[in-house]
């Protein structure tokens, strides 16, 4: 074994011998710089092909076409601009620089142990011009800046400047340059100190696009080159300028924030504004009298819809006595307009983009994006295939057995299988119990009861003497067939008991009086007046921090009271909830309309001087004067319904019970203050009591209207 293995290495000692010193291949150092500058290209990629000729004597770079096949291989420049091909056979090569912009390739000879140099000048000539501009954005005269100044550097560079050119060739800044919207390779920023600074970019160069499929780049790489660029500029202290004379220093309140439910709120407070009495008397006054006149915005476009639903209530709605077509009109053209304006969601949308600006500027709340932009893409959100509010949403993620009940046909008839009407869910009608509550403890009911006793020849029940016995009704025949329909209906319309049962169901609020004695509810809301209360007096004081300047106000506490109410009045959310408030609201809006015609006004003794809103107030106060009743007159009754359901809609629909942050509660404040600050006066003038002052009584804020409205009565009655 010994021997063998001495002869192998003899052998093979002995042949290596004769094959002589081992030959060193050639190799190609490459650089890449700016032909005009001299600057370094980075990342810059070079392809390597073997030319066809022995020599490059014979090299056209203009007819020269790259074989794939003849390709040895690619390298990128480093920092220095640099790349080598090594270990290289002898014979001529083709280089390629493949990046913008275009430049010719070259051939270089390589022998065996030598180095050759191919040197590419891509010819960009790039330029940096700085212009500076005053803090008011006009340009500066001076040819440097001054601290408050705005620099801008413009980057242009020679070659293709189209937008194909462009996009070859981007340009990127250091921070702190921003670029600047609309100009192209634009760069900005403020001058914050004095000194030298320095604008320094990179000009990415993107590969050519004849060689990017032929030009793979490895994972990690860019395949853009970049060139550097940059420009030194010197600023100055602005010199201070003497000011002489006064100096008004003012302060500002709280910026706040917009927030998704600032479109709802709007809805609500337009939607409940549509459903006030002066565009019901302009809709009847349409509809009968053909005037047109004052309907406009968007009461104009639902207009057709309304009178629509009148013609198709119309033939469905009868009543089981003769003569009484006028009153059945007039319930029919009530229900179309109760049933077309209550819902949040109807068509055309509630929104007047002037006015709804106007009042959030007023509230200091910022616009932000459309708000029917804002509701349709980030509040609303889609349930069943439609859109609804979110807390109908959690609502409706809580029973997920039950089907949705589409409408079935051209009359409107609902599927009476077990299931949830899609209604109810994609338009709820937004009607709150709390305006019919007020204008009941505001007279109006028992006014319009009074008339009608006397209409059907009945003396007032007790053993005075009844006001209205001797008075002479004549001028009211006009009005026969109406009031002839309105007494006989009397037994189709809701009975005070009942709006009683639900008042206290809904808020835990009672009528006090004979008609609604012996009073056993199965279910009350007796915590909602004084959480209802405290809300108030919280707000009063939220707005006294919010307009002092110096200070932020605090809203949490705005908003745990919000959610507890928003949860009192979702406990109450049930039984006649849906359907008893607008049959209220249709009944009470025609007795409304009956005491504003002008025979009325003859009828009984009103006050012409006094300048009520709505012409159906004199009647009621008239009549409270005649019988006897509160001095307080109905105009504060009819601010505390119409705030109150406001307030009350916002809190009940709104998906409060999922918001911890302080924005939509201070939000929702500032929103409502007129309404807020509304409904605390109207309930001191009502009531006595005052929702504003610092030291709140738990007891008087839990006592219920009525007892604290006959408590007045009886201090009235004494001090006459």
Known sequence: MSSKMSSNRSSKSGAAGQAGPRQHGGSIAVTVHEHDSGIMVVNAAISLYRGAEADCHNFNPATWVADPAMLVGVRWTDGRGCTVFADLATGSYVGVYGNFPATAPQCVTVQAGCSAVLCFKPQLNPQVALVFETPDCHPSDCQFGRVGDRAVASVAFDGDQSADGRDQVQVLAASPWVPMRGAVNTFSTPVRRAGMHRFMGQMMLSQRPELRNALPVPEGLSPNAMLAVDAEYETEERQPQPISG???????????????????????????????????????????????????????????????????????????????????????????????????????????????????????????????????????????????????????????????????????????????????????????????????????????????????????????????????????????????????????????????????????????????????????????????????????????????????????????????????????????????????????????????????????????????????????????????WTDTSVMHFRNLAIFGEQLLLSVRYGNWSDIYEPTQAFNWARFWRPQVQGYIHGYRAATGVDLSVDSSDPAIEATMPSVLLRQRLSQQLRSV
């Open 246 to 628: 006064n100096v008004g220093v003012s302060l500002t309140r709280t910026e706040t924030e917009p927030t998704e439910d600032l479109p709802l709120w709007t809805l609500i407070r337009n939607s409940t504004e549509a459903m006030s009495f002066t565009n019901y008397l302009h809709f009847m006054d349409s509809l009968f009298c053909g005037d047109l006149a004052n309907v406009r915005g968007f009461e104009q476009e639902r207009f057709v819809k309304k009178a629509d639903m009148f013609q198709q209530l119309k033939q469905r709605r009868a009543l089981p006595f003769s003569d009484a077509d006028s009153y059945r009109m007039l319930k029919v053209a009530t229900e179309a307009f109760v049933m077309v304006n209550c819902g949040v969601l109807n068509q055309p949308l509630a929104f007047n983009p002037a006015e709804d600006n106007a009042y959030l500027d007023r509230r200091d709340i910022p616009q932000g994006r459309d708000l029917e932009t804002v509701l349709r893409n980030d509040y609303l959100e889609n349930i069943d295939g439609f859109q609804t509010l979110p807390y109908l949403a959690v609502i409706r993620r809580k029973l997920p057995d039950i089907p949705i009940s589409l409408p079935r046909g051209q009359e409107g008839e609902v599927d009476l299988c077990f299931g949830i009407i899609q209604e109810k869910l994609a338009n709820p009608c937004l009607l709150e119990l709390i305006w019919s509550y007020w204008h009941e403890e505001g007279m109006l009911v028992q006014t319009m009861n009074a008339i009608t006793q006397r209409f059907q020849n009945l003396r007032a029940p007790g053993s005075g003497l009844d006001p209205l016995s001797n008075t002479e009704i004549d001028m009211l025949r006009p009005l026969n067939n109406l009031l002839w329909g309105y007494t006989q209906d009397e037994q189709h319309r809701l009975t005070v008991v009942r709006r009683n049962y639900e008042y206290d169901h809904h808020y835990g609020v009672r009528l006090d009086g004979k008609a609604v004695q012996h009073f056993r509810p199965a279910d009350s809301r007796s915590k909602f007046l004084e959480a209802f209360h405290h809300l108030l007096r919280l707000l009063t004081s939220f707005y006294k921090q919010d307009d002092d300047t110096t200070v932020k106000a605090d809203a949490f506490p705005v908003l745990n009271a919000l959610k507890e109410i928003h949860l009192i009045l979702s406990q109450g959310a049930h039984n006649q909830f849906g359907d008893l408030p607008s049959t209220a609201r249709i009944e009470m809006l025609m007795q409304q309309w009956m005491l504003a015609r002008p025979e009325f006004r003859e009828f009984l003794p009103t006050r012409v001087m006094v300048a009520y809103p709505e012409p159906w107030m004199d009647r009621v106060d008239a009549m409270k004067k005649l019988q006897g």
